[in-house]
């Protein structure tokens, strides 16, 4: 388990346990169960723009409609065919995956009038990701409560290719540099690496470790919400501690696992800021959190105040200043690379072939890159008005939506940590 200081930054690990554990966890997760923040607009049918998508059971989007029977060759079902136990393997992990993937995309008649008249509430401003295009027929509100993050037999190949073309062409890395743990690496143990990563500027170096704490952070997830039985009369869901090893135990890792976990520290730091740094622009008394339900509204505004302010008031917070401090042409140039990698991971959200994990990957991502907007729009948030439109700033609910939902898959992750932790201990 990872203890004490993060690079790049004053803070350590048990001042943000301490105020995520007992102070932000249990209010987000109060503040994401309402209706403002339960509703996420999103388009799941847009076809992956970088390579053919063929899931791992030879059918895109196997977590939706893998394999149906009449497309199974008949020598599989019988079970004659000679590589019968591997394919039988491949359509049972595709029914699992079909079945613990799909999207639940009821909503009630009353919804749906209700979130029609929240669209007419929005509109937008220059974006660190490929946000949906909310106006197309494709795209569809999707209650989150109902579909939890959690494991989903999404793995092997399929999801391997996800964040390898994420780390491998996204993150300022040269193709000879090696990643730990990557195949068919050169065996020095991360360290040409970990060489390379120090020697790069504090801006590059973020963004990998940002990656890297999402990853991490969705990974944590799948490993607290796994599917521990499954029989015809319950589901039971729990953490697997095996899994949970075997991605993030110092040994099992050779090392790799606390780097993980330190990563997605530097991922909270970085979304707390963020979400310090828009108490201006949520403080305003002419900014809602519109659903037509006036005191519910109301109420709902001042949880969201109480958090942001307690964000506000952590004394460790991540410097922002030392990004794109340099040279003002060459900040500018990087800021953009920047904002252009981010937009590009967030297009690769549209290649992942289990619709749950699509869902829950654009979140996120529109999540964290809402919330390097808002760190990089500093001087524009200073300058809203009390009253009126903020014209230089501003966040449409969707942005709003996903940054308060990304935050809180984080603190959650943090929060599992320690429930991993406690098992640990006892075992």
Known sequence: MVTGYLDDCTCDVETIDALNN???????????????????????????????????????????????????????????????????????????????????????????????????????????????????PDAEYVDLLLNPERYT?????????????????????????????????GDDGGHTFYNW????????????????????????????????????SEKKWGPNVTEFQQR??????????PRRLKNLYFLYLIELRALSKALPFFERPVFQLYTGNKIHDAEIKNLLLEILHLAKSFPLHFDENSFFAGNKKEAAKLKEEFRLHFKNISKIMDCVGCFKCRLWGKLQTQGLGTALKILFSENLIE?????????????????????????????????????????????
Request: one cysteine or more; glycine letters at 6%; a negative charge.
């Open 153 to 185: 037999g999404y793995k092997g190949p399929d999801a391997w290719k996800i964040w390898n073309s994420i780390y491998e062409e996204n993150c300022f890395k040269p193709q000879t540099v090696k990643r730990p743990l990557a195949s068919g690496r």
């Open 22 to 136: 007992y102070e932000l966890f249990p209010r987000l997760n109060e503040l994401l169960q309402s209706d403002y923040f339960r509703y996420y607009k999103v388009n799941l049918k847009k076809p992956c723009p970088f390579w053919n998508d063929n899931s791992h059971c030879g059918i895109r989007d196997c977590a939706v409609k893998p394999c149906p029977s009449n497309e199974v060759p008949d020598g599989i079902r019988s079970g004659s065919y000679k590589y019968s136990e591997e394919a039988n393997n491949l359509a049972e992990e595709c029914e699992e995956a079909e079945r613990l993937g799909a999207v639940d995309g009821s909503l009630s008649e009353e919804t749906q009038e209700a979130v029609l008249r929240w669209t007419q509430h929005d509109d937008s401003s220059d974006s660190f990701c490929e946000a949906d295009d909310i106006h197309s």
């Open 197 to 232: 990563l120090k020697g790069v500027c504090v801006e590059k170096r973020a963004f990998y470790r940002l990656i890297s704490g999402l990853h991490a952070s969705i990974n944590i997830h799948l490993s607290a919400r796994y599917l521990l039985q499954d029989t015809w």
């Open 248 to 257: 993030f135990d110092e040994v099992i890792t050779r090392g790799e696992g």
């Open 383 to 427: 300058k809203i008005p009390e009253s009126g439109p903020s014209y230089g700033f501003q966040l449409t609910r969707q942005e709003i939506v996903a940054l308060f939902n990304a935050f809180g898959r984080i603190s959650t992750s943090v929060k599992e940590l320690e429930n991993f932790r406690t098992i640990l201990r006892n075992m």
